[in-house]
């Protein structure tokens, strides 16, 4: 089993994750931020608890997916195993992607909304993961 952290401002967009990954076991438990912020502050709280897999949307309100990034450069250092980190972006500037891939604990980027292929994938990544 493999726990994705999502973080995205956009309660549909988190109903959308949970009805494509209803059918995928291997995800469990999914769990949901708002905020990067919150999300940030329980890595640091409970570093032992982290997910195996984190989606984040770049573009948030106050706190948004950079602050994030710029936030877990110095955190992941510190972590046992690093997660998967996808960013995640209903952007079309390329510069938004350059930009996120540019972290070198930024696994890929993506357009919004997730998809089953994504979804997919990154099992995929994550089982590969597991054999290494």
Known sequence: M???LFIDDSKLDHIILDKLIAGIKEFNPV???YDGEEALK????????QPDVIFLDIRMPRF????FLE?????QSALPVKP?????SSSI???????????????????KPVSRPVLEHVLAACIERTRS
């Open 2 to 4: 493999f726990r994705l």
């Open 31 to 33: 769990l949901h931020s």
């Open 42 to 49: 329980s890595f640091l709280d409970n570093p032992a608890d």
């Open 64 to 67: 948004d997916g950079w602050d």
């Open 71 to 75: 936030g877990f450069i110095d955190l």
């Open 84 to 88: 998967l980190l996808y960013v995640f």
């Open 93 to 111: 500037d390329p510069t938004d992607k350059e930009r996120a891939l540019s972290y070198d604990f930024v696994t890929g980027f993506f357009s």
